[in-house]
């Protein structure tokens, strides 16, 4: 399984941004997708994740009623609506996804599959 983030950029606060994750390989295999985030001199942290099949999105409650994780499997591709972005927002952005059934949906511990980051930058 190989993972390809995209849609990172440079954006006011308060503006929007959507991330894209396109995977690519054996995706059936696949049982959840996440995002975390990794600012610089700080250790990466859980966003948000979602069953690979559907149901609903797990946040981190910093991100809670700004950011949206939805997945369309037909185009084998996950995304993050990142909405009234804060500067604080501002990290490298993985998308990431795990082949194990686990409770645990924001320990990074249980992804086994990475992308490269996408950077995003929230101006104040």
């Known amino acids: 399984v190989q993972l390809q983030a995209s849609g990172g950029g440079l954006v006011q606060a308060g503006g929007s941004l959507r991330l894209s994750c396109a995977v690519s390989?054996?995706?059936?295999?696949?049982?959840?997708m996440g995002w975390f985030r990794q600012a610089p001199g700080k250790e990466r942290e859980f966003v948000a994740a979602?069953?690979?099949?559907?149901?609903?999105?797990y946040y981190a409650d910093s991100v809670k009623g700004r950011f949206t994780i939805s997945r369309d499997n037909e185009k084998n591709t996950g995304y993050l609506q990142m909405n009234s972005l804060k500067a604080e927002d501002t990290a490298v952005y993985y998308c990431?996804?795990?082949?194990?059934?686990?409770?645990?949906?924001?320990?990074?511990?249980?992804?086994?599959?990475w992308g490269q980051g996408t950077q995003v930058t929230v101006s104040s």
């Open positions: 979602i069953a690979w099949s559907g149901g609903r999105g």
């Open positions: 390989g054996r995706s059936f295999r696949i049982f959840r």
């Open positions: 990431a996804a795990s082949d194990q059934i686990s409770p645990n949906y924001s320990g990074s511990s249980v992804y086994d599959y």
